[in-house]
Every structure is written in C-alpha cells, then in structure tokens.
C-alpha cells in the first residue's frame, strides 16, 4: 500500500463519518413544526388576552398542542419510513439533542404547571418561561451541532424572552414570532443543507 | 530493515471500511441505513456484511417489526480493536512515506 492509497482511505473514512454525523440535519423537522405552531400560537393568545379576539384560550391550547403531537406522530411516521433518516438520531449528537430539548422542554411544563399553582410565578410570565426555556434549548443544540444559526437563533429568543419579561401584556406579540422564527429558521435551514447533500450526492453517482 | 505492515483483509475493501466507519458512529445501524449511506446494492453490502460477521468484527441480528424482517448491525469489540488498528497503521503510512 503507499501513501495515496492509504490518504485516500482515510479521506473516505472522514466522508463516511461527516454523512452518518450530518444525517442529523434531517431530523430538524420538529424545529419547524414547533415554530410554526408557537408563530401563531403565541400572538393569538396575546390578542385573546388584550380582547382583541374571543377569550378562548383553552380551545386555542388545545388545537395547538394537538397539532402539535398529531404532527409529530404522522410526520415522524412518514420521516422514518425514508431508508437512511433514523441513523441520525442514533449518532452521539443525536442523542446529545434528544436529551437536551427533552430536559428544557420537560422543565418547561413542570414550571408552567407549578410556578403559577405556587404563586411563584405568576400566570401571564407563563409564556416568558417558555422563551428561556426555548432559548436554552436552542442554544444547547446549536452547540451539539455545532450550527451558527442555532446559536444566532438562541440569541434572538433570549433577548425576545427578556423584553417580553418587561411588557408582559404584549409578551405573546414579542414571544410568538422570536421563538417561532428562532426555531422555524434554523430548522428550515438545516433541512435544506441535508437535501442539498443529498442531491449533490446523487448527482456525483458517489459509489462506495 | 523496515518490515511491512500488516494489512488487515478487512479494510482492503471500501465497502467494508465503509461499513464499520459507520458502525463506529453509530451503536448499531439497520440494513436500509447501511444501503443509504454507503450508497451499496443490496448484494454487494449483503456480501460484505456477511464477511465482517465471519470475521468477528460484526454482529449481526435480525429481528421483526411486525411481520417485516430487520437486519440490524452493530460493531464486535474486536472490530473496534481493528478498526483503530488499521488507523493508526494508515496514519503510519502517510508519516513515513511510501512503503
């Protein structure tokens, strides 16, 4: 064997490794079917709360969460019958990310139920506890990832999050498109990374 | 005088490189991940999968997720041994130039 065999093995061994690693790309759909839901969510409820709307805020809740678990099962269904999608989630990385959304998200919902049943935080900062929650988690996954617009999008969420902290009866106006665009944006634009390699991929008739 | 290195027979084809440089990553990768990343037929990884499992660096399981077999892979520890191995003796390879 000489060097330009064995340089070309190892370069093949840092491709292979880059496409398992970077196959978590494909799993930030749940970035934008969350951001989505939280875009309109947030401001609707806001307006509920100022009369602008019909005060029918346990409706609202409920359709959002519902969309938002119902697009969860049928997306994740539809998304891991695609050969080669789970393997991502599967990576060190992967598994990094699913611990840390699920820590955030899990404090979030614990806080949202005890902080106001306590009196220690009070109901309407509800939304705001969301955003830091928010916040952190994006943070935490654009360091798992290693991904500048993640970190970019954390950035935008916490200084969303602290202005709503002041305005509170506009929080949801502030909140709604700061954490839906701080998760829609990175998340849109991880996918399409993942479906460019793809098809320049397919393109190059790549074969090991 | 310089002795030659030792190849493994493993790692002197790419599909096999390939398949344990996923394993690596992974715990254990299915049948259709494989396919899909390392962009090989059916066959063709069916083959190698078979050699690294008669070689002892792979295990190999199936199992079934309703009525649909699963083939699922994952990495021997002597695998890991001679993956690393096969590494460090490329890396030797590019430090001391032609052998």
Known sequence: MNTEV?????MYIREVLDRTHRSIDQSAWPFVLWGTIVLFWYPIHNLMFLNVLPNWWRQLLIFALGVGFAGMILI???MK???GYVVGEKTFVGKQVTRVCSWYVGAAVLLSVLGPSSGIIPGPQVPVVWGFAYAHMV???GVSTDSRQYLVS???IFAGSMLAMAFTQFNGLILGP???LGMLVPGVISMRRAKRRTMAEENSGDKA | MVTKPEFDPAFLSQARLGIISVLITVEEATFPELKELLKLTQGNLGAHLRWLEEAGYVNVRKEFVGRKPRTIASLTESGRAAFKCHIATLEAILRNGER
């Open chain 1, 139 to 141: 943070f935490g996954v």
């Open chain 1, 81 to 83: 019958r695609r050969s």
């Open chain 1, 6 to 10: 064995a340089s070309n093995d190892l």
């Open chain 1, 76 to 78: 994740g269904r539809r």
């Open chain 1, 154 to 156: 954390a950035a935008a």
């Open chain 1, 178 to 180: 700061c954490m839906g």
